[in-house]
């Protein structure tokens, strides 16, 4: 090989390099850039259910268009109780057709750590019995009121028995408590129908807000990384009025809501924290199981109790 020839492979391969790392960089950057990430999930689906300003279709409906708009796939956990009906799969069969998944909530929404284990399994047996003949139904189970059991044997027995019939946990990773403020809401329109709304959707959209803050910083100080995060709300009125402006609050601070299936293949939702009780967001058991955090760890991790003076100061 001769100097010009070999001046011409060095050069190539200084480019070759060159260009890997100006790959590499902008790969990085892609993925700086593209922000935190998150997906909506959504629990209970009772669909039926009647209530101010908005009927049961009407409510469904709202929250379909607010998804549809945004060009995303949710997680539809699903309590079986509420579709064990005519119009409850046909208002279900709306989300199925629209690509979101659906999946298994139990069927009696019961608090697993206050029931048997075989009474709990036949129930999420009987759960998967009135949704699994929907197109997108997938084998995600989460328990209701996230409790996953109080004692070592309970938590693990019920462990087996899903990965037995073949489910994977549908954690949660920001918990929230966005059904004390529809409580408050379907109470302040029962009393006042014309009653402005103004407060409650900015308190809303401020709780979400905080509550993705404090649990995507816990992450990142248990795990030492992001992760793409899974986000607690129901089928509710609160929903069906604001959940779009939760989706924008999202794009407006630099996230990017993403559909629920990439969400889950996060590894964050292959964990199984040691701790009892067990259950609430995987974020907040694997930092009880750290050690480390216990002094910003509340018991439960959200309920209405905790927003309630808020709520109180500003006449919700």
């Known amino acids: 090989m001769n100097a010009t020839s070999t001046a011409i492979t060095r ?29 909506i999930t959504i629990d209970d689906f ?12 009407s409510r469904n409906a709202a929250i379909l268009a607010s998804l549809r708009a945004a060009r995303l796939q949710a997680a539809a956990f699903v309590a079986g109780k509420w579709v064990d009906n005519p119009e409850g799969q046909q208002r279900l069969a709306l989300w199925s057709e629209a690509g979101h998944v659906v999946a298994n909530h139990s069927y009696s ?18 759960a998967e019995a009135v949704i699994a003949h929907h197109p997108t139904f997938s084998k995600w189970f989460r328990f209701p009121y996230l409790k996953e059991g109080a004692t070592v044997e309970q938590r693990d027995r019920m462990r087996a028995f899903l990965k037995a019939q ?41 709780h979400i807000w905080e509550r993705t803050q404090f649990y995507d910083g816990l992450a990142r100080q ?52 040691d701790v009892l009780p067990a259950g609430e967001s995987i974020i907040w058991a694997l930092a009880k199981e750290s050690g480390k955090h216990t002094g910003v760890l509340r018991y439960p991790a959200e309920d209405e ?11 919700l």
């Open 11 to 39: 050069r190539a391969c200084m480019g070759m390099m060159l260009g890997a790392l100006v790959g590499c960089r902008s790969s990085a950057i892609a993925r700086v850039a593209s922000g935190p990430e998150i997906a």
């Open 222 to 273: 248990v795990l030492n990384r992001p992760v793409r995060h899974t986000l607690l709300i129901h089928h509710n009125l609160l929903n069906a009025l604001f959940l779009s402006d939760v989706l924008q609050m999202y794009a407006q601070r630099g996230w990017r809501v993403i559909d629920a299936q990439a969400a889950f293949q996060d590894p964050v939702f292959a964990s199984e924290p």
């Open 166 to 206: 073949g489910y994977r946990m549908g954690y949660v990773t920001v918990d929230a408590s966005d059904w004390a403020i529809d409580a408050r809401l379907r109470k302040r329109l029962a009393e006042n129908p014309m009653a402005p709304l103004d407060n409650y959707r900015n308190f809303y959209v401020e």
């Open 46 to 57: 009772n669909v039926n259910a009647e209530t101010p300003h908005l009927d049961a279709d």
């Open 305 to 315: 109790a905790y927003e309630r003076g808020r709520m109180d100061e500003l006449g």
């Open 109 to 126: 929404h019961w608090n697993y750590p206050r029931v048997d284990f075989e009474a709990f399994s036949a129930d999420l047996l009987r």
